[in-house]
């Protein structure tokens, strides 16, 4: 059983180099900088989020959500969806460099991060809480359209199953987590108290930029 284990987490290390994972980090960030823009801790909402991103990617990759490969006009939906995700996440991307050059040049930043300021503050709401869950949910069925064959390779291997799920779902569950860690890095990474603004801005350009390019893989 451990050298399961050291193949489910030496998949789930590789197969975090998706695309998909790239383009939910950059949400990930939208959605704490919207957090804090609304005076929200976000610390449970960032719980919630991850959380459900995890259960829904193991779901999905079960077979539910692969049935929609089948159809080429839900496919050419989610590419379209895909591509305004990538021009959006480019230009926010573009904003954050902007932010950066000021900062590095010296002049102070009016504002935490290029976003409109959201209408409302206080305390969470459901609204919030929904968006988050939809967020999480909305992402992780979109990551389970990329082809994650070490995944399939887990669930095919007859030496893991025969009916041992008990033995079967801690192993993926590590797989999924452990594929998850760019947004672990994200996460870490936000949680620096006291985090140079600047590096805030030249890390969160990179993220973006990188995620709007994984769509060109994406449309391959």
């Known amino acids: 059983m451990n050298g399961l284990g050291t ?22 960030i939208i959605h704490s900088l919207w957090l804090k823009r ?19 990617s193991l779901e999905f990759n079960f077979g539910p959500a692969q049935i929609f490969l089948f159809h080429k006009n ?14 959006g996440a480019f230009i926010t991307g573009i904003l954050f460099l902007k932010d950066w050059f000021l900062l ?10 290029p ?11 459901w609204g919030v809480l ?23 390779m887990l669930l095919g291997n007859e030496t893991i199953l025969k009916g041992q799920w008990q033995a079967v779902m801690p192993l993926l569950l590590g797989y999924v987590f452990t594929s998850m860690w760019p947004l ?15 590096l805030l801005k030249i890390v969160c350009s990179s993220i973006f930029l990188t995620a709007s390019s994984c769509v060109i893989f994406i449309f391959k």
């Open 7 to 28: 193949i489910a987490w030496g998949a789930g290390l590789q197969d975090g180099l998706n695309p998909c994972i790239f383009m939910t980090c950059a949400v990930f």
């Open 38 to 56: 609304r005076s929200l801790k976000s610390g449970w909402l960032r719980i919630i989020f991850a959380l459900v991103y995890a259960s829904s």
């Open 74 to 87: 839900f496919i050419f939906a989610v590419k379209i969806f895909y591509f305004v995700l990538g021009v």
């Open 104 to 113: 590095h040049r010296g002049v102070p930043a009016k504002d935490e991060c």
């Open 115 to 125: 976003l409109p300021k959201a209408g409302g503050q206080g305390k969470g709401s």
């Open 130 to 152: 929904l968006t988050t869950v939809l967020l999480g949910l909305v992402l992780s069925a979109l990551a389970t359209l990329w082809p994650v064959n070490n995944y399939i």
């Open 184 to 198: 672990w890095f994200v996460w870490a990474f936000l949680s620096i108290k006291n985090l140079r603004p600047s």
